[in-house]
């Protein structure tokens, strides 16, 4: 979609989206076009800069035009007196980001649910609702695919390992073939012959990361070493830590073999629960809490009339998206799994990471207008909550 005019077809999609919306309760919202760049390149890092539109104002300030708007509502939200209190918005607007070959400017619409304690409801309700939104286009023929982060953190918390391998697999559960990668190379650090810096690189591994941070840019202080390539002593030494400790084969075996059994859990949600809990119990690991919340998310889907057994629940399913930290999912069109409808997920760390002084929890999905306007029927007057 280019250029500033809306189709008389895409903008009656427009308005059955909005109506299906506001029926839910959720309010319109519309953040500015141009956004502060910092919460972008923060919360998704550098790689994303080669996709944004970028500008700088006359104080040096970096903006953008918005690439995305669950974290321009957010932060709308965050400056408002109804800040941590319950509040829900709906969206509909042009969102601008370089994606080779596709039109770079396209409407993204969507929904965002701030502040909600029961958080297993509210889950639920908002799957409900890009249910109903994809059944006003005469969508109802769909795939539901589910994940739950939460989850996979809480696998590895359980694991106690050490703090940077910890980091290193949450931050890279949304991303495939990262993770894979890094389970390769566990394998093969884990068998790997021991060498005569192990015990140190160990060491550094199970220490205090800003201690250890610390004592490595003192000793490459120490050993004269400046900046190198436009990085600083700090970076460089925060990197070989990493890495040093990555190699160092400090992941025990069984860890190992826990974490890919975990990741091969699939099939419907009940299914999943009774999977969960069979691993926990043989391994001993304490996950309850996170069976529990994906448990009573299931309950209250079943409640909003969503049938369950035919969701299909993925313990290594992601996103791509960093700063989601509990429920995932995609709905696509039967036969058409490569491009979802609609995608969304719990965000509850992202609120302080935007500067909340404390912890606000968030959900919301957004639909892919371009994809519902090609696929879909057309916007159709009866809506249901249930969709199969």
């Known amino acids: 979609m280019t250029g500033t005019a809306i189709s008389t077809a895409t903008a009656a999609w427009a308005d059955a989206l909005l109506a299906s919306f506001a029926q839910a309760g959720y309010e319109r919202a519309e953040p500015a076009i141009l956004q502060p760049a910092e919460p972008f390149l923060d919360l998704s890092g550098e790689d994303i800069r080669k996709s944004l539109y970028l500008t700088t104002d006359a104080s040096g300030e970096e903006l953008c035009l918005r690439p995305d708007l669950t974290i321009p509502v957010a932060r709308d939200y965050l400056a408002s007196q109804r800040a941590g209190e319950p509040a829900g918005f709906s969206y509909l607007g042009r969102v601008f980001r370089y994606r080779g070959g596709r039109p770079s400017e396209f409407l993204q619409a969507g929904i965002e649910s701030f502040g909600r304690q029961d958080r297993a409801a509210a889950d639920a309700e908002i799957l409900a609702v890009a249910l109903e939104a994809t059944a006003a286009f005469g969508m109802r023929e769909v795939e539901i695919r589910t994940g739950d982060v939460a989850l996979f953190n809480a696998l590895i918390d359980a694991l106690d390992l050490y703090p940077v391998w910890r980091r290193r697999l949450i931050k890279d559960f949304n991303r495939k073939v990262s993770l894979e990668q890094d389970l390769e190379r566990l394998t093969l650090a884990t068998g790997a012959t021991r ?133 995932e999912f995609e709905v696509h069109a039967k036969g058409n799994g490569s491009e979802p409808l609609v995608a969304g997920g719990r965000y509850d760390g992202l609120m302080t990471r935007l500067g909340s002084a404390t912890p606000i929890p968030a959900v919301g999905f957004a639909v892919w207008v371009e994809t519902l306007t090609r696929i879909g029927r057309g916007p159709v007057e009866s809506r249901s909550a249930r969709t199969s």
């Open 195 to 327: 060498n005569e810096y192990e015990g140190v690189l160990a060491a550094l591994a199970g220490s205090d990361r800003k201690a250890a941070l610390a004592l490595v840019t003192d000793l490459m202080s120490i050993a004269g070493t400046t900046n190198v390539g436009g990085r600083t002593v700090s970076e460089i030494a925060d990197r070989f830590l990493e890495q040093s400790t990555l190699t160092s084969g400090a992941l025990p075996h069984n860890a190992l073999n826990l974490i890919k059994r975990f990741l091969a859990i699939s099939g419907d949600p009940d299914e999943v629960v009774a999977q969960l809990r069979a691993l926990a119990r043989e391994a001993k690991l304490e996950i309850t809490a996170a069976i529990d919340q994906l448990e009573a998310r299931i309950g209250f889907m079943a409640a909003r009339g969503i049938d369950v057994r035919s969701l299909r629940f993925s313990t290594s399913f992601g996103r791509g998206v960093d700063y989601y930290t509990g429920f």
